[in-house]
């Protein structure tokens, strides 16, 4: 169901570190917010882990964001990529996952 078609999203992008393609047993889902998806993907050529949130719709086309760092967020937003509330909602659930992230991560 939408875990299978969020992971085969996923492995349509390249390791931002060394350009290959993440492997679909190589990508977690951590949770999901309503649309919004929190995944990790580590690389199977250069172990690079990152963090990747994905915002999926019923009735839209799914958008993909890697590297998610606070940072990041706001240059997305002010990109236009993300509309204000979209980008709130990411800052809540993140807010949510306070002391819980490192410990998802690290889950198998
Ligand atoms: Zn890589």
Redesign the pocket.
């Known amino acids: 169901m939408e875990e299978g078609l969020i992971k085969r999203l996923m492995a349509s992008i390249k390791?931002g570190?060394?350009?290959?393609l993440y492997e679909i047993d190589n990508i977690g889902v951590l949770g999901h917010h309503q649309d919004l998806w929190f995944l990790r993907a580590s690389?199977s050529?250069?172990?690079?882990q990152c963090l990747v949130a994905a915002v999926i719709g019923e009735e839209r086309e799914p958008e993909v964001i890697t590297d998610l760092t606070e940072v990041e967020l706001d240059r997305f937003r002010d990109a236009g990529m993300l509309s204000a509330d979209e980008v709130l909602d990411m800052h809540n659930f993140l807010k949510d996952f306070d002391g819980d992230l490192s410990r998802l991560l690290s889950q198998k």
């Open positions: 390791c570190v060394c350009g290959q690389c050529a250069c172990h690079t």
